[in-house]
């Protein structure tokens, strides 16, 4: 069970807007402590697609932006794609347990 | 360009050993912190061992802690990863990855390798 929750699965029209969450707690995300993101396709590396909140690495679409609100995140894609469907983690740091955490990913079907 | 490549990985018994390498280059490794991140069959992204730039400071996982040791060898740009005890549970692509950031609360990992299998079985 991962301290940061993410939904299981999400999915979207290509054109379309979504969504995925993050939640946290007082000692993650509520801390203070930044949230990244981080997208996942099926034997391949993991790729950095939102740092600190809100800032987005280069290379990367505008389409993918990023917030934080109180103990939860989100990361938005509009304009979804084919190309977009792929596993979704949010990642950030936990004083509880004094170490870097994921949340459980998110897999995003485009329809 | 910024290549991670890990090595090392493979079956191995329950009980047993076994050292993972990360081989790095096209970047300053000795001015980086780094970390091991894995992922089990079917599952997600789990976190294991995180390591300062000068080796000085490490950090595990609890699942992980007492039964791996992270160091690196900055003058051979490697990483890696003694794993020793291994259970079943441990099977997993493991995964070398570049931590940045400007404290370490708020790192994350911009550059990753492709992974190493490690498959726990008798």
């Known amino acids: 069970q991962s301290v940061l929750t993410q939904p299981p699965s999400v999915s979207g029209a290509p054109g379309q807007r979504v969504t995925l969450s993050c939640t946290g707690s007082?000692?993650?995300?509520?801390?203070?402590?930044?949230v990244h993101w981080y997208q996942k396709l099926p034997g391949t590396a993991p790729k950095l697609l939102i740092y600190g909140n809100t800032n987005r690495p280069s290379g990367v679409p505008d389409r993918f932006s990023g917030s934080k609100s109180g103990t939860s995140a989100s990361l938005a894609i509009t304009g979804l794609q084919a190309e977009d469907e792929a596993d979704y983690y949010c990642q950030s740091y936990d004083s509880s347990l004094s170490g870097w955490v994921f949340g459980g990913g998110t897999k995003l079907t485009v329809l | 360009e910024v290549q991670l490549l890990e090595s090392g990985g493979g079956l191995v018994q329950p009980g047993g050993s076994l050292r993972l390498s990360c081989a790095v280059s096209?970047?300053?490794?000795?001015?980086?912190?780094m970390t091991w991140v894995r992922q089990a069959p079917g599952k997600g992204l789990e976190w294991v061992s995180g390591?300062?730039?000068?080796?000085?400071?490490?950090y595990y996982a609890d699942s992980v802690k007492g039964r791996f040791t992270i160091s690196r060898d900055n003058s051979k740009n490697t990483l890696y990863l003694q794993m020793n005890s291994l259970r079943a549970e441990d099977t997993a692509v493991y995964y070398c990855?570049?931590?940045?950031?400007?404290?370490?609360?708020?790192?994350?990992?911009?550059?990753w390798g492709q992974g190493t299998l490690v498959t726990v079985s008798s």
């Open positions: 390591i300062s730039g000068s080796g000085g400071s490490t």
């Open positions: 007082s000692s993650n995300i509520g801390a203070t402590y930044d």
């Open positions: 990855a570049r931590y940045r950031g400007l404290y370490s609360r708020g790192w994350f990992m911009d550059y």
């Open positions: 096209g970047f300053t490794f000795g001015t980086y912190a």
